[in-house]
């Protein structure tokens, strides 16, 4: 079955506690990003990466880092979390047909609580 | 730079009524456009795209959006309500890149 999957679905921790969320894609996508959701905000873009090695910074990427090592797995690591990215992450990947006009197929969201 | 609009962060609709869900959007460059939708506890999954083939868009489900350049928008429609289609409605743009802007999310109520 084609998919996005994330771990942990959910996670608890405290500030400044170091952690890594991860995502896997197994379409061959070249295209992955990260998203974080907040109530009234939407979805806001923290990182993309257009293929191996190649990340880029979104609209809010402050606080997190990414890598891309593996054209499957595209982890999220937060390396001194703070309350404020208490939020729902969602892993994403797709295609990456030139124009950025590629369905992007979703994980099923992992919701982080940093105390 | 772009950014899209979603008017109403609630919706409600009777069971078998139109549903019209609003997005506008502000790009200087012809944009890709996108509707998403997130049912409770899932992930997003795309309903439809417009890439400039053609303005009236058919989605799944049922859905289908109309671009109109004159105004900058591209509603989400569906003839008539089902119970099924509650949830939360995503507008997305992308700009030549892959960057992506989502509006803020309407949740859609269908009452019986």
């Known amino acids: 079955e084609a998919q996005v999957t994330q771990n942990p679905r959910y996670l608890i921790t405290v500030t400044g506690k170091k952690l890594t969320v991860t995502c896997s894609q197994n379409?061959?996508?070249?295209?992955m990003s990260w998203y974080r959701q907040d109530p009234g905000l939407g979805l806001r873009q923290i990182y993309y990466?257009?293929?191996?090695?190649?990340?880029d910074k979104g609209d809010v990427p402050e606080g997190y880092k990414v890598s891309r090592k593996e054209k499957r797995n595209f982890p999220l690591i937060l390396e001194s979390p703070s309350p404020n990215q208490t939020s729902l992450y969602f892993c994403?990947?797709?295609?990456?047909?030139?124009?950025?006009?590629?369905?992007?197929?979703f994980g099923p969201g992992t919701r982080l609580t940093v105390l | 730079a772009q950014s899209v609009t979603q008017l109403g962060s609630h919706v409600s609709v009777s069971e078998g009524a139109l549903v019209l869900l609003r997005c506008n959007y502000s790009?200087?460059?012809?944009?890709?456009l996108f509707w998403y939708v997130q049912y409770p506890n899932q992930g997003l999954q795309l309903l439809l795209k417009?890439?400039?083939?053609?303005?009236l868009v058919k989605g799944i489900n049922g859905f289908e959006a109309e671009f109109k350049k004159s105004e900058t928008s591209f509603h989400l429609t569906k003839p008539s309500a089902h119970m099924s289609d509650a949830a939360e409605y995503f507008c997305?743009?992308?700009?030549?890149?892959?960057?992506?802007?989502f509006g803020t999310g309407t949740r859609l109520k269908v009452l019986a």
């Open positions: 994403a990947s797709s295609l990456a047909t030139s124009g950025g006009y590629n369905e992007q197929f």
């Open positions: 379409m061959n996508h070249e295209y």
């Open positions: 990466s257009m293929n191996v090695e190649v990340t």
């Open positions: 790009s200087s460059v012809p944009p890709y």
């Open positions: 417009y890439t400039s083939a053609a303005t």
């Open positions: 997305a743009v992308s700009v030549l890149t892959y960057k992506y802007i």
